[in-house]
C-alpha cells in the first residue's frame, strides 16, 4: 500500500502536466516545395570586386582613390569613353620616372588572405612598359604583386588582367590596392577606368558571391530567392526603377543606377549574377517587375506603363526563349545557351504603399497579370500585396511583417482563418522591436534592435508554425532583410552582418532558428489530437515521405517552467527512437554580434519511446525538432514526387 501511495501522485503529476500530441496518419495537407527562402535587395553590399567606386558610375568624385607617388588624379571623360555606359574615367599624371597611381581601401578593408585574387582594369593612352599591382599591409608591407606588361595605345581603351597571390596573410583587413606605373616623361597622361579586384567566389562565378556567406546560406537550405527586392525593384523616385537590361553582359555595359537609398548600384551583381546564385544554392528565383509605383508616390499612368509590361515580358524572354527569340538570342549571344526558368514572379513591391493599392487595383495588377498569363499560363503570380482587389485567378499574396516578438508569438493562429482561394507567400517578415507595452505592434517612430535577438527568433518561429500548420495556404516564408554590412547600412535588424573580415560574420539567432526548421522539411503536415491548447508552447507535425521521417516541430515562449510532451507517431512501436534537437539561448535577449560568439546553444539527443510516447520537456525561450524515422511498414509512404530540395538531417 505504501508503494501505491508513493506511486500515485508521481504517475498522476504526469498524466495532468504532459501535453499529450498524437499524430494523425493520414488527412494532412501537402507542404509547398517553397516554405522557407532568402529575400535579398542591395543594401550597401560590397561584393563589387573589393574595389570602391571601381567604375566611377554616378559620381563626380574620385572617393576613396587617392594618389600614389605625387600622381595628380583627375576625373573627367574622355573621347572615346570605354562604353557608353560607362562614361568617366581618372586620368594618372605624375613625374617623369617616378612610380605613380591611385589606392583603393576596398569596401572598409581588404581581407588578405592566402589565396588568388583575380584582377582586371582598363587602360587608355601611349604605354609601352609594365604596370604594377599590389596589395599593401597599412604599415606599407608589400603582401603580394604583380607586373603587368603593357602595349597601351592612344584612344583604345586595353583590357589588363592578372592575379596576385599574397604569401603573406594580413593581421587585419586595413589593407590597400595599389595599382603604379612609370610615366616617361611628366606630360604623360593615362586614363583607368573599371578598377576590379576579387577574392575567390562561390563556385568560381565571374562577378559572383562570397564563399563563405553563400556557404551559410546554402546551409539553411533555402528553396527560393526572393529578388531583386524589396524597394530595390521600385526605386525611389522616376525613373530609377530596377531595369533589368541595364545588369547584364560585359560590365562595361552597365551603367549601374541611382538606388533607394542614397548611394548608387554599380549593377554587377545583375540579372544573371542572381540566377547564378539560385542555381549555385538549388533556389527557385522569385523574380519581381517593377510595377509603376515608386517609393515617392509616383505612379505611372495607365497608358505609360505598357512600357513597362513590355519589359518585363522582354525580360522573361531574356531568361527563357530560345535563340529565334529577340532576347532568347540576347542571352544565347552572351554566352549562356541554357534558359534560366522562371515560375514565380512578383509585380511590384507593397504597392499598398505610398498611395499606390487604388492604381495598383485599377490596372497595374492586372496589366502584368494579363500580359503573363497569355503568354505563361503556368506561371505563378503574386501580387505584392494582400489588400489587392480584385483578385484574378491564382493570384498568391505576399504578405510583408514587421513587429514585435509578442505580436508575433500571439500570430500562430492568424492564418486559421484565411481563405485558401488565394496562397500567401511572407515575402518579408521580422521582430524588429523589442516589445514596448504587453501585445502591442511595432513603433515604427522607436529605434529597432541592432541586431536579432532570441526573443525575436522563438517569436519568428511561432509565426512559422503557424504558417506550416496552414500548409495550404501559406507556400513560403523568408525573413528579410538578408545581408547587411556592418560599416554601412541602410536598416537593422538583418539575417546575416558581414564586413570585409569574413572572421567578424554574424550569423543571427534567427539565421540559427531558420535553419533548423529548413532543414527539417515535411512534405506534408499531419493533422493532431493535442491533450493541451496552445501557449506559451506551439508545435506543428507531419511527415517527409521522401525521407520516411515524421517531424515534430515546437517554439516555447515566454513560461516559467518546461513544458512535458507525450507524443505519438502512427505505427510507432515499443523501442522506437527519436532525435530530439533543442535551441536554446542564455536568455531572451541573446544576441550574436560581429566578431561575437554564437550564443544558441543546438543540442540533439535519442530518445526512446515509453509506454506512453516519446516522453521530453521543453525550457522556456525553446525551439525544438523531434523527428522518428518510420518503420517502414509503419505507415509513412509517398511517391517521392517533391520537387524541392530536401535535406534532412537529424
Ligand atoms: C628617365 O629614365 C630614362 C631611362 O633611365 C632616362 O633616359 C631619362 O633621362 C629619365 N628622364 C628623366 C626626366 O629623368
Ligand atoms: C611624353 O611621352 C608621350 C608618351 O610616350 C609622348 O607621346 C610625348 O611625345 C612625350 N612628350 C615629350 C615632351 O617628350
Ligand atoms: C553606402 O555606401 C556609401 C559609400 O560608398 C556611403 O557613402 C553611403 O552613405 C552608404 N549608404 C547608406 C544608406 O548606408
Ligand atoms: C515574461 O512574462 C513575464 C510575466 O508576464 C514578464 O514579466 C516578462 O517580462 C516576460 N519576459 C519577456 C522577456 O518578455
Ligand atoms: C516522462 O518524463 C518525465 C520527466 O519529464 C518523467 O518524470 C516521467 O517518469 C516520464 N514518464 C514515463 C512514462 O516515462
Ligand atoms: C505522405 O504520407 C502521408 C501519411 O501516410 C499521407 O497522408 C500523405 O498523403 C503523403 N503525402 C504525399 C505528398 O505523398
Given at each position: 500500500m505504501l508503494s501505491y501511495y508513493y506511486l500515485i501522485p508521481f504517475v498522476v503529476s504526469v498524466a495532468v502536466n504532459a501535453i499529450t500530441v498524437a499524430v494523425s496518419g493520414s488527412g494532412g495537407k501537402a507542404v509547398h516545395p517553397l516554405q522557407y527562402g532568402l529575400m535579398f535587395e542591395d543594401i550597401n553590399h560590397s561584393g563589387d570586386g573589393g574595389m570602391q567606386n571601381r567604375a566611377f558610375q554616378g559620381t563626380s568624385s574620385i572617393f576613396p582613390w587617392t594618389a600614389v607617388g605625387g600622381a595628380s588624379l583627375t576625373l573627367g571623360t574622355t573621347s572615346p569613353a570605354i562604353s557608353s555606359a560607362l562614361s568617366k574615367s581618372v586620368a594618372i599624371n605624375g613625374a617623369a620616372n617616378a612610380t605613380v597611381g591611385l589606392s583603393n581601401p576596398g569596401w572598409w578593408g581588404i581581407e588578405v588572405k592566402l589565396q588568388a585574387y583575380t584582377g582586371s582594369f582598363y587602360v587608355m593612352g601611349d604605354y609601352s612598359g609594365s604596370f604594377t599591382a599590389q596589395l599593401k599591409s597599412s604599415s606599407g608591407a608589400v603582401l603580394a604583386s604583380a607586373s603587368i606588361s603593357s602595349n597601351s595605345k592612344t584612344r583604345t581603351w586595353t583590357k589588363h588582367t592578372f592575379t596576385l597571390t599574397p604569401s603573406t596573410k594580413a593581421l587585419d583587413v586595413k589593407n590597400t590596392f595599389v595599382l603604379t606605373f612609370t610615366p616617361i616623361n611628366s606630360s604623360q597622361t593615362l586614363n583607368f577606368n573599371l578598377i576590379s579586384l576579387f577574392p575567390p567566389t562561390y563556385n568560381n562565378r565571374p562577378n559572383g558571391m562570397r564563399i563563405e556567406l553563400m556557404e551559410a546560406l546554402k546551409a539553411m537550405n533555402p528553396s527560393f530567392l526572393r529578388l531583386p527586392g524589396g524597394n530595390n525593384v521600385e526605386g525611389n523616385k522616376s525613373p530609377n526603377h530596377w531595369k533589368w537590361s541595364q545588369t547584364i553582359g560585359d560590365l562595361t555595359q552597365r551603367p549601374g543606377r541611382s538606388g533607394t537609398w542614397g548611394y548608387y548600384n554599380t549593377d554587377g551583381l545583375g540579372l544573371v549574377e542572381y540566377m547564378h546564385w539560385c542555381q549555385d544554392l538549388n533556389m527557385e528565383p522569385v523574380l519581381a517587375f517593377p510595377a509603376g509605383l515608386y517609393l515617392d508616390g509616383t505612379i505611372v499612368s495607365q497608358s505609360a506603363l505598357q512600357a513597362l509590361v513590355n519589359d518585363a515580358m522582354n525580360e522573361l524572354e531574356f531568361l527563357?526563349?530560345?535563340?529565334?527569340?529577340i532576347y532568347g538570342k540576347l542571352r544565347v549571344d552572351l554566352g549562356y545557351d541554357d534558359p534560366f526558368p522562371i515560375k514565380y514572379v512578383e509585380i511590384g513591391n507593397e504597392d499598398n504603399l505610398n498611395k499606390g493599392q487604388s492604381s495598383y487595383n485599377s490596372y497595374r495588377y492586372s496589366m502584368f497579370y494579363n500580359a503573363i498569363i497569355a503568354k505563361y499560363p503556368n506561371m505563378e503570380i503574386i501580387a505584392s500585396t494582400r489588400a489587392l482587389s480584385p483578385q484574378p485567378g491564382k493570384t498568391i499574396q505576399d504578405d510583408h511583417e514587421y513587429n514585435t516578438p509578442d505580436a508575433f508569438a500571439a500570430e500562430f493562429n492568424t492564418f486559421d482563418s484565411v481563405s485558401t482561394s488565394h496562397k500567401i507567400l511572407v515575402g518579408e517578415y521580422a521582430a524588429v522591436q523589442a516589445n514596448l507595452k504587453t501585445g502591442a505592434n511595432t513603433d515604427w517612430g522607436k529605434p529597432f534592435q541592432s541586431y536579432p535577438w532570441w526573443i525575436g527568433a522563438v517569436s519568428e518561429a511561432i509565426f512559422e508554425l503557424g504558417g506550416e500548420k496552414n500548409a495550404d495556404k501559406v507556400i513560403g516564408f523568408c525573413y528579410a532583410p538578408l545581408l547587411q554590412n556592418i560599416n554601412s547600412h541602410q536598416w537593422h535588424p538583418d539575417l546575416i552582418s558581414f564586413s570585409a573580415d569574413t572572421s567578424q560574420t554574424a550569423l543571427s539567432t534567427s539565421y540559427q532558428q531558420i535553419k533548423l526548421f529548413s532543414i527539417n522539411r515535411m512534405t506534408t503536415v499531419l493533422p493532431l489530437t493535442n491533450s493541451a491548447s496552445y501557449g506559451p508552447a506551439y508545435w506543428v507535425a507531419g511527415v517527409n515521405n521522401n525521407s520516411n521521417t515524421y517531424i515534430f516541430k515546437s517554439a516555447v515562449y515566454n513560461t516559467s517552467s518546461s513544458i512535458p510532451f507525450q507524443l505519438t507517431f502512427p505505427g510507432q512501436t515499443s523501442g522506437a527512437t527519436a532525435q530530439l534537437t533543442i535551441m536554446t539561448a542564455p536568455n531572451a535577449y541573446s544576441s550574436v554580434t560581429p566578431g561575437g560568439s554564437n550564443p544558441v546553444t543546438t543540442n540533439t539527443q535519442t530518445i526512446t519511446t515509453t509506454s506512453s510516447g516519446f516522453n521530453f520537456s521543453l525550457p522556456q525561450w525553446s525551439i525544438a525538432v523531434l523527428t522518428m524515422k518510420g518503420s517502414g511498414s509503419g505507415g509513412v509512404t509517398g511517391d517521392g514526387s517533391l520537387v524541392s530540395p530536401t535535406t534532412l538531417r537529424t
Open positions: 527563357m526563349g530560345d535563340s529565334s527569340t
